[in-house]
């Protein structure tokens, strides 16, 4: 018999988008009403700019719950804007987990600090390989 307390909710699905670019007016805002026209509600959204390189930087999440375009075809709505601002950019799904392999000296305690993070849900991956000397 399964207990209330130990079922776990399932997270909200959300998306996150990473932007770099040079550094111009407007890239907020565009990038914010697009997504809020497509039915997101953002949830977080960080940006920073770094004035020696003319660089731009941002991160935009936001709840997939009535989003009306698939990641497919935000792809393709989005190539514009991304085209407008010279962007590099890159859009995933917070239900990805990648596989990452940990590299580590013989000292445990970076190992533990990083397997603590994950299971706390600080990090969303996966570590099917430790390799160390």
């Given at each position: 018999?399964?207990?209330?307390s130990?079922?776990?909710?399932?997270?909200?699905?959300?998306?996150?988008?990473?932007?770099?670019c040079?550094?111009?007016?407007?890239?907020?805002?565009?990038?914010?009403?697009?997504?809020?026209?497509?039915?997101?509600?953002?949830?977080?959204?960080?940006?920073?700019?770094?004035?020696?390189?003319?660089?731009?930087?941002?991160?935009?999440?936001?709840?997939?719950d009535?989003?009306?375009?698939?990641?497919?075809?935000?792809?393709?709505?989005?190539?514009?804007?991304?085209?407008?601002?010279?962007?590099?950019?890159?859009?995933?799904?917070?239900?990805?987990?990648?596989?990452?392999?940990?590299?580590?000296?013989?000292?445990?305690?970076?190992?533990?600090?990083?397997?603590?993070?994950?299971?706390?849900?600080?990090?969303?991956?996966?570590?099917?390989?430790?390799?160390?000397?």
């Amino acid at each position: 018999m399964v207990s209330p307390s130990t079922i776990q909710p399932v997270p909200p699905e959300h998306a996150v988008l990473l932007v770099s670019c040079p550094d111009q007016k407007g890239i907020v805002a565009t990038v914010s009403d697009f997504v809020y026209k497509h039915g997101a509600n953002i949830v977080e959204s960080e940006q920073h700019q770094d004035v020696d390189f003319n660089l731009f930087l941002m991160r935009l999440e936001w709840d997939l719950d009535g989003f009306d375009l698939s990641m497919a075809e935000f792809h393709r709505h989005f190539a514009s804007i991304a085209q407008r601002f010279q962007m590099t950019w890159r859009v995933a799904l917070t239900s990805y987990r990648p596989r990452v392999a940990i590299l580590l000296s013989r000292l445990d305690h970076c190992l533990a600090d990083l397997l603590y993070r994950q299971k706390d849900g600080e990090l969303h991956c996966e570590f099917p390989l430790v390799i160390s000397n």
